[in-house]
């Protein structure tokens, strides 16, 4: 079996607080990563004390130190102006790799080396260690699998969010030739650019946790929701990329439907963060251009208790039908059997 080259690129700014724990899971992994780039995006914390403590001794490690700081979108594409890898995967500083990412998803790759990417599952924790979820929320297929264009397609048109950057690794030489990331895309910009990957080279995926994705007051994610004005701004640039695609790229009707589909993302991790249920709901209402009867129903909802957050989710899943409810119904089940399908060939 032939080996591919791997890099993980982190950037860094101010995340002193998880860098060991997140420097850990990029140089512990079981199948090595051949080159491993952190990039300090000119942090005012310890950041580089403790990214320099962990490297030491680690020859096949390489920090990068900006001297002023660029933005995350920047730091992502100048990683991957570096990388010497075949494949690079570029996971966050405040998020965590398990051990067994790369071995996990490397035969899949081995399988087919001209997809775009391949990707895994993470578990959602919080600032404190918490699981709080599983991501993605839909499982393209219960064990692992190559989706050629035509597949990537079909499974856009019924569901999204099948794949997260977190842990991913990308084909360097078409993920440059898409031009990296752009940066008017925001928090978004990777997931654009791992659809239009999909849909032009297709992608493998394997139903197994592999990491860890973070959400707590600074993560990037939960910062660009919080900034609805930016982030209505930014759904609306995806929708004008998308119109402006190939006719044949998305499937029909796709830039309302992944418009609906953000704005539904951005709801869920609004409700379920940690600000209170009236700012929530204040944010959720401009996000979604609620008049004011639709608002007053909202905040109506603060009298259901512990429900409260539960049965707005209800109300914006039917106001803006993000994807099949029959298929969002059955994932917990879909990702119990894959989840026992891994565990199953794990002890072969």
């Known amino acids: 079996m032939s080996k591919i080259c791997i890099t993980l690129a ?3 700014y101010n995340h002193a607080v998880f860098l060991k724990k997140s ?11 051949d080159e491993i780039l952190i990039l300090d995006d000119a942090s005012t914390d310890n950041s580089i004390e403790i990214i320099e403590e962990a490297i030491d001794n680690e020859p096949n490690v390489r920090l990068i130190k900006l001297k002023e700081n ?3 979108i920047h730091a992502l594409n100048r990683l991957l102006e570096e990388a010497s890898g075949d494949w690079i995967g570029f996971p966050a500083a405040d998020d965590f790799l398990f051990p067994q990412f790369l071995n996990t998803v490397e035969p899949l790759i081995l399988q087919s080396t001209k997809v775009g990417f391949v990707s895994a599952c993470v578990e959602i924790w919080d600032e404190n260690d918490k699981k709080t979820g599983v991501r993605p929320i839909f499982y393209p297929s219960l064990s692992p699998k190559i989706f050629s264009p035509r597949e990537a397609k079909k499974l856009l048109r019924e569901s999204d969010n099948h794949f997260l950057g977190q842990v991913t690794l990308y084909r360097k030489d078409a993920l440059r030739k898409l031009g990296g990331f752009d940066e008017k895309f925001g928090s978004g910009t990777d997931g654009l650019a791992l659809r239009r990957l999909a849909l032009t080279m297709g992608f493998g995926f394997v139903p197994q946790r592999c990491g860890i994705w973070r959400l707590h007051g600074s993560n990037y994610s939960l910062t660009s929701a919080f900034n609805i004005p930016k982030y209505k701004k930014s759904i609306e640039q995806h929708k004008t990329h ?3 695609a190939p006719s044949d790229m998305f499937p029909d009707n796709y830039s309302d439907l992944i418009a609906r589909r953000m704005k539904f993302g951005a709801a869920r991790l609004l409700l379920n963060g940690e600000m209170s249920f009236a700012s929530a709901i204040d944010k959720v209402a401009v996000l979604i251009d609620a008049g004011y009867f639709e608002t007053e129903v909202l905040k109506a909802f603060s009298f259901a208790g512990s429900q409260k957050r539960a049965l707005v989710l209800m109300w914006l899943f039917l106001r803006l039908w993000p994807f099949s409810p029959f298929r969002f119904a059955i994932q917990p089940l879909r990702r119990r059997i894959a989840e026992r399908r891994g565990s199953l060939a794990n002890t072969k």
Do not use: E, T, Y
């Open 23 to 33: 420097v850990s899971g990029l140089i512990n992994q079981r199948r090595a990563a």
């Open 70 to 72: 660029k933005g995350v």
């Open 10 to 12: 982190m950037p860094n």
């Open 242 to 244: 998308v119109d402006g």
